[in-house]
């Protein structure tokens, strides 16, 4: 598969092959995940439909431009790839705007790991997601988090061997 980014694939999923990045020196570059290995992440059907409802529309703009577009998610006005400023920028001024706290797209990434250790997620498949190559990478940064969850764990046998639920 030809990579451009992010892209919507099969049915609940996106396929992540590049990093876009940003320096003075360089302007805006287009560089290996930190893995060096493109993946896929499977999303929520409630994440997935404003995606592909977004597609839809994007192309439909493109169209009447008459732009082809690079098949990047976060698309700038001439299809290609956004600016990796861009949707950091927007979001601030979105917080701003609507009275939040500052808000980075980073945040999102953090929620998610803390939601799905809080949930009982492994942390295999929580360090996959994250893209992260090692789990040791993720112990050390969710570390924290995961100390709650084995507070949880350690009731999980007795509910298992006298049959009642302690969780």
């Known amino acids: 598969m030809a990579c451009a980014g992010s892209m919507l694939t099969g049915k609940n999923c996106l396929f992540l092959c ?3 990045a940003y ?6 570059i287009s560089t290996t995940l930190k893995t060096g290995e493109n993946c896929h992440v499977s999303v929520s059907p409630s994440v997935m439909a404003p995606l592909k409802r977004w597609r839809v529309e994007q192309a439909s703009t493109f169209l009447k431009l ?27 001024k979105f917080a701003k705007r609507h009275g939040l706290p500052p808000l980075h ?13 809080a949930q009982g997620v492994d ?16 112990l050390d940064i969710y570390g924290h988090a995961l ?20 969780v």
């Open 105 to 117: 797209p980073h945040l999102f990434r953090h929620a998610q790991a803390s939601l799905l250790i």
């Open 23 to 28: 320096t003075p020196e360089t302007g805006a």
């Open 147 to 166: 100390a709650k969850s084995d507070e949880r764990a350690c009731k999980v046998p007795d509910g298992l061997i006298y049959q009642k639920k302690t």
């Open 123 to 138: 942390v295999l498949t929580i360090s996959k997601r994250l893209g992260h190559s090692r789990t040791s990478t993720t």
């Open 66 to 92: 008459g732009v082809v577009p690079s098949g990047y998610v976060l698309t700038a006005e001439d299809g290609g790839p956004m600016h990796p400023d861009s949707p950091r920028d927007w979001l601030a």
């Open 18 to 20: 590049e990093n876009r």
